[in-house]
Antibody, heavy 116, light 111 residues
């Protein structure tokens, strides 16, 4: 079964850090670019960051540039998002997604709550 | 990079056809044939419905079709069914600086 499973979300204070993980199974992980997409409660989808199959190309939304770092480990079929200097506006459900020109495969998301 | 503009809501009766528009700029929708559409039911993850403007992934009903003209892309749902009631988001490639931008989302209601 093709699957993406996110983990690492939780409650964090403003200014602190959190690291999200995404475990892939059921497909050839290193054939795909990978992305993080978030959705604030009751709001729409926002692309956060993406990384090519070999980590050679990386991109970030302006809203997280300089604070978030995406990485992947193809040997472990895993994707990561290191989130530093978290803000209230970063509170959202964070989805891991696979695909190059579109997001073919989605996980169920992990919730990040930023609050003091 | 601003979000692509979609109507907040669209509704139709079972069996009818509806069209959702997605308006961007010459820097995103107008420059690339890399528009995709996603269906999201409440509490669920998004699902890819259309990619590269008009292509359907395996398993997606042929009642869903996509097109593009200039800076505006469209998703048409034909033969509307109760199960089509969901939120729909478009997404476009927007260049190497900030590669992807989503639309504001459209709630489809089946009357």
């Amino acid at each position: 079964e093709v699957q993406l499973v996110e983990s690492g979300g939780g409650l964090v204070q403003p200014g602190r850090s959190l690291r999200l993980s995404c475990a892939a199974s059921g497909f050839t992980f290193d054939d795909y670019a990978m992305h993080w997409v978030r959705q604030a409660p009751g709001k729409g989808l926002e692309w956060v960051s993406g990384i090519s199959w070999n980590s050679g190309s990386i991109g970030y939304a302006d809203s997280v540039k300089g604070r978030f770092t995406i990485s992947r480990d193809n040997a472990k079929n895993s994707l990561y998002l290191q989130m530093n200097s978290l803000r209230a506006e970063d509170m959202a459900l964070y989805y891991c997604a696979a695909g190059s020109d579109a997001f073919d495969i989605w996980g169920q998301g992990t919730m990040v709550t930023v609050s003091s | 990079q601003s979000a692509l503009t979609q109507p907040a809501s669209v509704s139709g009766s079972p069996g009818q056809s509806i069209t959702i528009s997605c308006t961007g700029t010459s820097s995103d929708v107008g420059s690339y044939n890399l528009v995709s559409w996603y269906q999201q039911h409440p509490g669920k993850a998004p699902k890819l419905m259309i990619y590269e403007v008009s292509k359907r992934p395996s398993g997606v009903s042929n009642r869903f079709s996509g097109s593009k003209s200039g800076n505006t892309a469209s998703l048409t749902i034909s033969g509307l069914q109760a199960e089509d009631e969901a939120d729909y988001y478009c997404c476009s490639y927007a260049g190497s600086s900030t590669p992807y931008v989503f639309g504001t989302g459209t709630k489809v209601t089946v009357l």
